[in-house]
């Protein structure tokens, strides 16, 4: 992904869904112009600019502030095909950030943000279906329904009904309950039902049950 010619260049696809251009070490942004087009380093405060029609460099000016990154192509390039992944798979995040961190080059790889930012920005690009706006048409997918760490969250599921109770917890929290001599409720009334939240206390803290930890 970062090999360049000398005048040839990559168009990549930023954060915001902007193109960039990457070239020897460096990313530009689209500054301004329509056939013969210039870009702008991505660094800001930097002088440099690219000038470029169709495919070729034509003209480069101004001094780079800064050294070269190389692999910061391929980690734009990367975040966008995982952005891109995490909307339209079911994929596990581990799974995914694996293999795409595989492909990267080590300069690359030392320009990844850490993984749990990478697992936010994957889990992010997810879509959540619309709010259900009575028990009726709750729709419960079970097997999907899962913990951060991928145990069952689904606990207990009456079935459909005006008096559906559902209960979301793993049987760690159940248990985690059991051990508590003191169990205070607390809830909201949303929509059409009630949330209601179980706390214990255990070991001198009070903590939620049940939790998505
Ligand atoms: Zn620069």
Redesign the pocket.
């Known amino acids: 992904m970062s090999a360049n010619s000398d005048t040839s260049f990559q168009i990549v696809k930023s954060s915001k869904g902007t193109n960039k251009l990457s070239y020897d070490g ?1 990313l530009y942004i689209f500054h301004r112009g329509a056939i013969k087009k210039e870009w702008r ?3 800001r405060g ?3 600019r690219i000038h470029s029609v169709d495919e070729t460099i034509i003209k480069k000016s101004g001094k ?3 050294p070269q990154e190389y692999g910061k192509d391929e980690v734009t390039v990367m975040k966008d095909l995982l952005r891109k992944r995490g909307r339209e798979t079911n994929d596990n995040p581990h799974v995914a950030i694996g293999e795409m961190t595989s492909l990267l080059s080590e300069s690359a790889k030392s320009l990844l943000p850490n993984q749990h930012a990478l697992k936010m920005m994957y889990k992010r690009q997810r879509v959540a279906p619309p709010n259900p706006v009575s028990l009726e048409e709750l729709q419960l997918d079970a097997e999907n329904i899962k913990t951060f760490s991928n145990r069952n969250f689904l606990f207990y599921d009456s079935g459909i009904g005006p008096d559906r109770i559902v209960i979301f917890a793993n049987k760690e929290n159940i248990e985690f309950l059991t051990m508590s001599k003191i169990w205070l409720a607390d809830g909201t009334k949303r929509w059409q039902w009630h949330h209601n939240f179980v706390r214990c206390e255990f070991s001198s803290k009070t903590q939620t049950c049940p939790s998505q930890a």
């Open positions: 460096y380093c991505d660094v930097c002088k440099a780079h502030s800064h």
